[in-house]
């Protein structure tokens, strides 16, 4: 899942290095918090207008968690 994740951001952004997520342990209800981190000039590529690429790759990533028997959730840090 944190692949994906990688995946999906390095390809929006201009400095693919500058992407970094962290995965925090299940809470007590089992979600898994996935913090996407990028560089402060490509916040606006991975948050879109209005919100709809960030709200796309949330969609992508509880799909594939799904899939996968999982529930978590994707938190875009600054």
């Known amino acids: 899942m944190e692949e994906l994740l ?3 951001a390095r390809g929006l952004v201009d400095d693919p290095d500058g992407v970094s997520v962290a995965v925090d342990e299940p809470n007590e209800e089992g979600i898994i918090f996935y913090h996407l981190r ?3 000039a490509d916040m606006g590529r991975v948050i879109g207008k209005q ?3 960030a709200k ?3 969609t992508i990533m509880r799909s594939a968690a799904v ?3 999982m529930k978590i959730s994707v938190e875009i840090d600054e």
């Open 56 to 58: 796309a790759i949330r």
């Open 51 to 53: 919100g709809k690429i």
């Open 38 to 40: 990028v560089s402060e």
């Open 6 to 8: 990688l995946t999906l």
């Open 67 to 69: 899939r996968n028997h």
